[in-house]
């Protein structure tokens, strides 16, 4: 018993900071798999869609563009891991009258669509959604200098 109470003492701390760290790669995984949604949901439905986010609420999501739905924060939502905030340039393009990504029905990223996207933990865990060198998608970048 003595054994298996030393290797859970150090096991439990080493897993639970892994599993800490997974949750910031998920939310950036998924961000980026939303990304891939709304590109591929423009080219085949034909409608440009939108992938907004709401720094204030952590929430981000996609909707339909210039449909009835646009600006109601409708469509598909995701909320935020617990502890993981946005960190957005105020200063970046707010187009669409807020922080958006959007692709054209062509399949194109809208001029005026967010360059990056940062999530993070703390000052120096993130992870950065950021557009492409070729412009015509988004890769992570991970422990980027904050804004």
Do not use: C
């Amino acid at each position: 018993m003595g054994v298996l109470a030393t290797i859970s003492a150090i096991v439990v701390p080493t897993f639970s900071s892994f599993l800490k760290g997974q949750d910031i790669s998920q939310e950036g995984n998924r961000f980026l798999a939303l990304t891939k949604y709304a590109h591929s949901q423009a080219i085949s439905t034909g409608i440009a869609q939108t992938l907004w986010v709401d720094a204030r609420e952590n929430t981000y999501g996609v909707r339909e563009a210039f449909a009835y739905s646009e600006l109601t924060n409708s469509g598909k939502v995701y909320q935020l891991g617990e502890k993981l905030e946005f960190n957005i340039d105020p200063y970046a393009a707010q187009a669409f009258g807020e922080f958006a990504i959007r692709f054209l029905p062509d399949g194109v990223i809208e001029e005026g669509s967010l360059t990056n996207v940062i999530i993070e933990r703390t000052e120096f865990e993130n992870i950065a959604i950021i557009l492409s060198t070729n412009g015509l998608d988004y890769e992570i970048l991970r422990n980027v200098r904050r804004l």
